[in-house]
């Protein structure tokens, strides 16, 4: 059955530090995988999108992620985290159910907070 | 207006009042979804319109009945709720079909019963 795992609930990093979230997913097919971020009290906002190709895909504010098929995993990396990064991050794995629709399987989520 | 809208963006209702959430988008997408995020909780699919057509109704009570009038346009009419119905509601759309599997969401419908 296709599920998408985020290991880590909540996770925290000094601003300038390097930040990885892992993100493990199970999906019968080759899968279109994204990254959301979303802040307190608002919606998801995408922030990248593997098709195919590249590996190594970048996103909206200085983010990338990598599709490991081996490892069946697609992390979120940042180089050098600011305060505004700091958010809760969603990962998903798409798409299932057939159909015209595209429905996407989501994560629970990582709460990222930042420390100054 | 750009991308998806979603009105009102906070709502207190009682028990016994009927209410709609109302979500538009922008982008010229042919499916539409609702989405209910309540804390510490994963996010659920609720329902799922194709052009126009409802094709997906995840077990969600009759106290919400959707409604999409066209295909910019997406409802969630609510009646005779219950305070564990408190939560933010997402509206999301897509192309469907191959024309790119990401969905765009508002920014909720923060939802609160009384």
């Known amino acids: 059955a296709q599920s998408v795992t985020q290991p880590d609930i909540h996770i925290t990093v000094s601003e300038g530090a390097s930040l990885e979230l892992r993100c493990n997913y199970s999906?019968?097919?080759?899968?279109?995988l994204f990254w959301y971020v979303q802040s307190p009290g608002q919606g998801l906002q995408l922030l990248l999108k593997?098709?195919?190709?590249d590996t190594l895909v970048q996103g909206i504010k200085g983010f990338e992620a990598e599709f490991k098929r081996s490892q069946s995993s697609f992390n979120l990396r940042k180089p050098s985290v600011h305060w505004s990064d700091a958010a809760e991050y969603f990962c998903?794995?798409?798409?299932w159910g057939g159909g015209a629709t595209n429905k996407l399987i989501f994560g629970t989520g990582t709460l990222l907070a930042v420390q100054p | 207006e750009t991308g998806v809208t979603q009105t009102p963006r906070h709502l207190v209702m009682g028990m016994t009042n009927k209410k709609s959430l109302k979500c538009e988008q922008h982008?010229?997408?042919?499916?539409m979804y609702w989405y209910k995020q309540s804390a510490k909780k994963p996010l659920e699919l609720m329902f799922v319109?194709?052009?126009?057509?409802?094709?997906e109704n995840n077990s969600v009570p009759s106290r919400f009945s959707p409604e999409c009038p066209n295909s910019s346009h997406l409802f969630l009419h609510l009646h005779t709720l219950q305070p564990e119905d408190s939560a933010l509601y997402l509206c999301?759309?897509?192309?469907?079909?191959?024309?790119?599997?990401?969905?765009?969401f508002g920014p909720g419908t923060r939802l609160t019963v009384t």
């Open positions: 999301a759309s897509s192309q469907g079909g191959q024309g790119g599997y990401e969905q765009y």
């Open positions: 982008l010229g997408h042919n499916a």
């Open positions: 319109y194709s052009l126009e057509e409802r094709v």
């Open positions: 999906y019968g097919a080759t899968p279109y």
């Open positions: 593997y098709f195919s190709g």
């Open positions: 998903a794995v798409g798409p």
